[in-house]
C-alpha cells in the first residue's frame, strides 16, 4: 500500500490516519514481518489491524548459493506459479535482480523464462517480497528489474514499487539505485521515460531488424529502430543513464559486421553497452561468443566512441539464469 492507502487503511479500523504513517515507517523503512513488533502502535489498535489485514511477507522457498557470494532465492507465487530473484554481491555492492510477472509472454527464445510462458502478473505484494524476505533485505544497494517478465507489461505495478521504493516514507531509495530492464514496449516505454527517474536497459542482442526477429518475437510489434527513436527524444546526459543488453551468440551477434552495424545504429546516443556471456540452456542452437571475440567486439566499439563492457558471468553454477529454477520447481510442484 502507498501511504494514502495505508493512512485509509488505519482510519477503516476507527484508527488516526498518523498510524498510518507509523504503518509505512514499521513495513517499509524498518521492514518488520510481525504486528507484534509495532511497538510504537497501541495493542489494540495492532489487534484491529491485524483483524482485517496481513502484512503479506512470505519466506522465500528455495535457495542456492554460488561459489562467487551469488544467490537466487525461489518464491512461490501461488497457483503453482514460481519467480525467482537473484542477489549478487559485488565488493561493496550488493545487487537484487527481481522479477515483476510469472513467466513472460515476450517469447525470446534464448531465455528459459520465455520458454515457461506467461503465467499471470505479480503484483506489488509479490515484487516488494523479494526486497524484503531475504537475508540481505538491509544491506541491498540497488536493485535491477531484469529477473522473470517484462516490467513494462506489468507497468501500473511496476509504478506503485518504483513509488514505494523511492518515496521518503517509504524505502526512501534514490531512483539512481534502480535499473529497469525491457525489450522495448513502446507504450509503456514512452510512459516510463515521462513518468520515472530510474536508470533504463534495453534489450537489444543483435543490430539487424530481421535477425534480430529470429530470436525475439517482439521485434515485430516494437521495432528497434523506433524504439531507440523514442529514446534518442529524452535527455541521457546527467543523472538518468540508457544501457543496452547485448547477449553474445557465437556465429550469430559477434563479428565485425554486427559490431559496425551497433555503432551505426548507437552513434550520438550518450549510452552504455554491456555485452554478456550466455548462460547455456537446453535446446538452444548457439553457444557464447568466445572471450576472444567478445573483447574484439568490445574494443570495437569503444575505438568508436560508446562504452563497451564485458560483464561478469555470477552464479552459473547454481543456474542463476533466470527461469532455470522456477521452471524446474514448477514441473516438479
Partial sequence: MTLPELKAAAQAC????????????????????????MVNISKSAREALAARYEIGVHDPVGLACSSDGTKKYLFEAGQGR???????????????????????????????????????????????NQF???????????????????????????????????????FAWSPKRITVSTIGVLPALRRFLDEQRCHLAVSLHNPFPEERLSLMPVQKAWDIR????????????????????????????????????????????????????????????????????????????????ILCTIRSSRGEDILAACGLLSGQQAQQS
Fill in 14 to 37: 476507527s484508527l488516526k490516519p498518523f498510524v498510518g504513517a507509523q504503518l509505512a515507517d514499521w513495513l517499509y523503512a524498518k521492514r518488520v514481518r510481525s504486528w507484534e513488533r
Fill in 226 to 305: 523506433e524504439v531507440l527513436s523514442l529514446i534518442r527524444e529524452y535527455d541521457f546526459s546527467g543523472q538518468r543513464r540508457v544501457s543496452f543488453e547485448y547477449t553474445m551468440f557465437e556465429g550469430f551477434n559477434d563479428d565485425k559486421r554486427h559490431a559496425d552495424a551497433l555503432i551505426r545504429l548507437l552513434r550520438g546516443l550518450e549510452c552504455r553497452v554491456n555485452l554478456i556471456r550466455f548462460h547455456q540452456i537446453p535446446d538452444f542452437p548457439y553457444r557464447c561468443a568466445s572471450l576472444q571475440a567478445m573483447e574484439a567486439f568490445r574494443d570495437r566499439l569503444n575505438n568508436h566512441q
Fill in 82 to 128: 514460481f519467480i525467482e530473484s537473484v542477489m549478487i554481491p559485488d565488493e561493496d555492492r550488493q545487487t537484487l535482480c527481481v522479477s515483476s510477472q510469472a513467466g513472460c509472454r515476450m517469447g525470446c527464445k534464448f531465455c528459459m523464462t520465455g520458454r515457461q510462458g506467461f503465467h499471470g502478473q505479480l503484483d506489488a505484494a509479490d515484487i516488494l
Fill in 132 to 170: 524484503i524476505s531475504i537475508e540481505e533485505s538491509g544491506t541491498l544497494s540497488n536493485a535491477v528489474f531484469m529477473g522473470m517478465g517484462e516490467p513494462l507489461d506489468n507497468y501500473d505495478t511496476l509504478t506503485r514499487v518504483l513509488g514505494i521504493l523511492t518515496a521518503p516514507w517509504g
